[in-house]
């Protein structure tokens, strides 16, 4: 390891670790640590959203995951952080427990064309070290943190389904609610109703949250017909869905357009958490 010090929620820098393809996150919020995977290892995702803190963001898909190195990595950190001194060196206490694995990286996870086998390789990972056993242990999580986009690709489904037997839980990425807006924020040409037909595939197999970005653009916040759309999609989507994450700007975006980006009021990213709310879903805020 080469961490020269504690790690904290707003250190996400993914070379930290020093690895390839695992890198750590203490986050205050959750109390814990959190491993994340990092497939897109060049910077390459398929979409470009303008708020994305990935530095020198490509447009592209991963090169081939190396997957002895990925088994490699994960195993010694986990063997770290389990028995070795990763915590006391490197985490406060309070926040010494593991919660999560979380394919996160630097671009879309489920376009890396190994994204099935890695899957799997994770958890034959974890199992080893008894972590997804419910007698042993608590099982952690295995999240997925997507843009969805790839969610109708029968492999890629059939992985999620996987993921659901391994305590799994997928968070879907929803922006906004019309093709202006998703093209405004993601800066791809996509069809809402399409997107939402893919969270409806993705939530049936495996538990899954919406996760939302808002902020002003130019100063403004989304404006209502855009909410109205936003809110629309989700009511289709809520008897499968199991909640959603509201974020605001909580690190600056690294593209083009970070200068006119601003963070919302806390007041007004929780006014579209109550209209969510009425739905009768959970919605955790984040600002
Ligand atoms: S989907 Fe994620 S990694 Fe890709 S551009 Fe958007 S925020 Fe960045």
Same mark, same amino acid.
């Given at each position: ?159 999620? #389904? ?11 990425? +929803?922006? @906004?609610?019309?093709?202006? =807006? /998703? &093209? ?66 909580? #690190? ?11 963070? +919302?009021? @806390?007041?007004?990213?929780? =006014? /579209? &958490? ?14």
């Amino acid at each position: 390891m080469t961490l020269q010090s504690y790690l904290t929620a707003f250190d996400h820098n993914r070379d930290v670790s020093g690895m390839k393809y695992i890198y750590p996150v203490v986050s205050r919020r959750a109390r814990g640590v959190s491993i994340g995977v990092n497939l897109n290892i060049n910077n390459a995702c398929n979409w470009r959203c303008i708020y994305c803190q990935v530095p020198n963001l490509t447009r592209g898909t991963p090169p081939p995951i190396e997957l002895e190195i990925l088994e490699q990595e994960l195993s010694v950190f986990l063997g770290n952080v389990l028995h070795g001194d990763f915590m006391e060196r490197y985490v406060a206490e309070g926040n010494r427990q593991l919660k999560d694995i979380a394919f996160s990286g630097n671009g879309e996870p489920t376009s890396a064309k190994e994204f099935p086998q890695v899957v799997l390789l994770v958890e034959k990972v974890l199992r080893n070290f008894n972590l997804l056993d419910s007698s042993l242990h608590s099982p952690i999580k295995i999240r997925l943190i997507t843009n969805g986009s790839l969610l109708d690709k029968p492999a890629i489904l059939e992985s999620v #389904r996987h993921l659901a037997g391994c305590n799994g839980e997928v968070w879907f990425k +929803l922006d @906004a609610g019309t093709r202006d =807006g /998703i &093209a405004r924020t993601n800066d791809v040409n996509l069809n809402p109703q399409s997107h939402i037909q893919r969270l409806k595939k993705c939530a049936e197999a495996c538990p899954t949250f919406i996760q939302t970005c808002m902020f002003a653009l130019d100063g403004q916040p989304p404006q209502e017909i855009e909410i109205l759309s936003y809110l629309a999609l989700i009511n289709q989507v809520k008897q499968v869905i199991q909640g959603v994450h509201l974020y605001g700007l909580a #690190r600056p975006s690294l593209q083009t357009e970070a200068d006119r980006l601003s963070r +919302l009021p @806390a007041e007004w990213l929780e =006014g /579209i &958490a109550q209209r969510i709310r009425h739905m009768g879903l959970i919605v955790h805020v984040s600002v």
